[in-house]
């Protein structure tokens, strides 16, 4: 039999097998991280190669710099997840990785390595989106959550509402029509002059500002679930700039808290608006600038006085992990979704 004959018979047989072992890789940014998940929940391991202080210095990712040192650390990270774990290689049931979205030369470092272990341990190869597995950290936090429920899925590429009818069904309710926001993040805090990555400094930064300034989204999208937020990211930046050309002096926390105010007000609403009409009683909050804290705040208020239960993941599952593409390819597979042969590419951009 042929490598893709038998990972095809071993993929259909996993979905009546009582315990699997996923080992899954995510590198389609900064982050190049290994996990070894049990039964979509459990998790055993998750090791995380972070490359933050490298492109610090730049101000944001330089992709051909996050590429190579992607090559240089998957190796090691993958003995290391196989170590914390107490998992052999032949105890693998299947290989999960993130295809897309990302950044394409980080991607296909991870592509590749998956594509090759498989082969080597004639195993199935599960292709699993990015935007899934910010969705499934949710199910690696929270054991009792199930579907269907509305999410809220925020990063540095996305921002969007989706309404999750079950784990490998999904209806996009709205989106942003230009900048997600976790880009507004980043750019309003390179402007003020705060370090890489700026979404955490920006958290930091305006729980000692006041919300002084009158910054505001578009209000062209206000009865749509759509979002907006270049408008408020070019109010930010100008109000700045002028202040700087005039020399007059202004305070950056005040900024920081402004800005973060109205889009996290802007997110939540619409959410919340969003998982009432779902009628699912249930909201998740997935991505990156899930970890903001005053957007969870915002959003657990919201949804107490509205009786409806909120959940978002641990700070760890928050960012860019492999235990999460672990827990997405795991779902999949039990619906007969993600199989991949040696074909599979990385791919930068991927529907929601």
Known sequence: MTYSEIAKDKFEKLKNKKDVLILSIESSCDETS??????????????????????RRFGGVVPEVASRNHITAISNIFEEALKEANVKKDDLDAIAVTYGAGLMGALLVGVNFAKALAYSLSLP???????????????????????PFSCLMVSGGHSAILQVDDYCKFRLVGSTVDDA??????KVARVLGLPYPGGPEIDKLAKSGKNEYNFTVSN???HTFNFSFSGI???????????EQKGETFDKANV?????????????????????????????????????????????????EKGISFYAPVLRYCTDNAAMIGSAGYYMMKNGLGFAGLDLTAKPNVDL
Do not use: M, W
Request: aromatic share 4%; charged share 20%; with cysteine.
């Open 256 to 304: 920081a808290c402004s800005f973060q105010e109205a889009v996290t007000e802007e997110l939540c609403e619409k959410a919340v608006r969003a998982c009432q009409e779902g009628g699912t009683g249930k909201l998740v909050v997935a991505g990156g600038v899930g970890a903001n804290s005053r957007l969870k705040e915002k959003l657990q208020t919201a949804c107490e």
């Open 125 to 147: 190869l599960i292709a699993v989106s990015h935007v899934y597995g910010h969705i499934s950290a949710n199910y690696i936090s929270h054991k009792e959550l199930v579907p």
């Open 220 to 222: 062209s999208l206000k």
């Open 233 to 243: 990211k070019t109010a930010v930046v100008n109000f700045v700039h002028n202040k």
């Open 34 to 55: 290994v996990a070894i998940v049990k039964n979509g929940r459990e998790v055993l391991s998750n090791i995380i190669a972070s490359q933050i202080e490298i492109h």
């Open 181 to 186: 926001v976790g880009e507004c993040f980043d």
